[in-house]
């Protein structure tokens, strides 16, 4: 056996999510808001201006993939880190070898480090100094949520870019060309998928095109081919066990159709047509965690503060079902969906939600009060400012102060109704004297 054969074989012994990993941005499947022609991320790639960034998105969209394009496109030397198992001295012998390349070929340096939600700050510190310098350029991947999740010194540091799941098009673009790929993917098969198939796959990842490619190359892998003509013919009973899902007795329109009128039932009042949609959702293949989801957020959404409880039984009927699994845990969500429907309606959780991030987004002349602010690194003056602050407490719980910036000091933004547990509300206004 030569080197090259053992290559071959070295390749072949790869998953299939590994080998069809795109290489270029021609090839690269999805997040077109982010590689679009003219955005952002793709002009500071093609003119080496990309500093150091965080790609925030769920489990098989790219990232990792996008990082290597990145270094290879940038003729930069690439490091790859995983920060559940590196510690403190990979990270310095990283760093070393980054500032050497730069000193002795003029060459940058990314490292990419996989789940960096899990650096500690000591970790995060080791790096800080090199990402200051520019001696590396930190490509973070991560699935949580980097503002919450990450030290903030990094995250200050870094561009965020947030990947999108795959779409269901995007996916089964991506399995047809692994069917018809002969170097990479499963083109020396002859294989014959039929679109029923082809279309679960694409639908059941979620979003995930590794799932995708990893049920597929299952199902081609484990199909004995025919007697006659030795063709290897994958049916949708074979995607159903490869992917571990059953197929919605569906199409995805229908699908969207039964979703829509479910929520619809949700925020009219009506708890049968609401069970019923829960259930043909449920019994024509759809994950419950996503029935759960819709009923989560209507809880909030259409039920919000005219009954608060609303919420608080969503979520139990959630971990209920995580703990009980199917079909019991249908029990709590059935409960879950009748309490929802019959309580009270009101909108103002969502209105006071989307007026307040209006004003985020567009105000920009937000000084907070002196007396509102962090005064722990504050000069004297700050500090002096700091004791116009009244303490709630000391004046029986409330006091009249503006907590709004100048600005939008009039700003109202929840207004109770006069439903359920809101009127309650309104009546402690009152007592307090609250200006609304």
Not at 136 to 158: D, H, K, Q
Not at 227 to 248: N, P, Y
Request: aromatic share 8%; charged share 25%; glycine share 6%.
């Amino acid at each position: 056996m030569d080197l090259f054969d053992f290559n071959e074989n070295e390749e072949r012994a790869k998953p299939l999510a590994e080998r069809m990993r795109a290489s270029t941005l021609k090839d690269f499947v999805g997040q077109r808001h982010l590689i679009a022609e003219g955005s952002l991320l793709r002009r500071a790639i093609a003119l080496d201006r990309l500093g150091s960034c965080i790609f925030w998105g769920p489990p098989g969209t790219g990232k990792t993939t996008l990082a290597n394009i990145i270094a290879a496109q940038t003729n930069g030397e690439f490091i790859k880190l995983n920060a559940v198992s590196a510690g403190v001295a990979d990270v310095k012998k990283a760093v070393e070898q980054a500032r050497n390349n730069l000193k002795m070929f003029g060459k940058k340096t990314y490292l990419m480090l996989d789940e960096c939600h899990r650096f500690n700050k000591t970790q995060s510190d080791s790096l800080l100094p090199a990402i200051e310098q520019g001696t590396i350029l930190f490509i973070g991947s991560t699935t949580e949520n980097p503002y919450a999740s990450m030290t903030p010194a990094i995250v200050s540091r870094c561009r965020v870019f947030h990947f999108e799941p795959l779409t269901s098009s995007d996916i089964r673009g991506a399995l047809e060309r692994a069917l018809s790929d002969k170097r990479h993917g499963l083109g020396n098969y002859d294989t014959e998928v039929d679109a029923d198939a082809l279309a679960h796959l694409s639908v059941m990842a979620g979003g995930d095109l590794r799932t995708a490619y990893n049920a597929l190359e299952l199902a081609v892998l484990t199909t004995p081919p025919d007697d006659a003509t030795g063709k290897i013919h994958v049916t949708i009973a074979d995607a159903e066990q490869s992917i571990q899902r059953k197929a919605l007795s569906y199409n995805e329109d229908l699908y969207y159709d039964i979703l829509s009128a479910f929520c619809k039932s949700l925020r009219g009042s009506d708890a049968n047509a609401a069970l019923y949609y829960a259930m043909r959702l449920i019994e024509g293949g759809c994950d419950p965690l996503l029935v759960f989801r819709r009923l989560i957020a209507h809880s909030a959404e259409d039920v919000g503060m005219s009954d608060p409880h609303a919420l608080v039984v969503a979520v139990s009927a959630l971990t209920a079902f995580q703990n009980m699994g199917y079909p019991e845990g249908l029990l709590p969500l059935t409960e879950a969906i009748i309490y929802v429907c019959e309580t009270e309606k009101s909108n103002s959780v969502v209105m006071a939600m989307d007026a307040a991030r209006a004003d985020a987004k567009n105000c920009r002349d937000d000084d907070i009060p002196a007396y509102l602010r962090d005064t722990s690194y504050g000069n004297k003056e700050m500090k002096a400012e700091s004791k116009k602050y009244k303490y709630p407490h000391n004046y029986g719980g409330y006091v009249e102060q503006q907590y709004l910036p100048d600005s939008l000091k009039d700003r109202v933004y929840y207004t109770p109704s006069d439903k359920g547990y809101e009127r309650t509300v309104k009546e402690i206004r009152t007592q307090k004297g609250k200006k609304r």
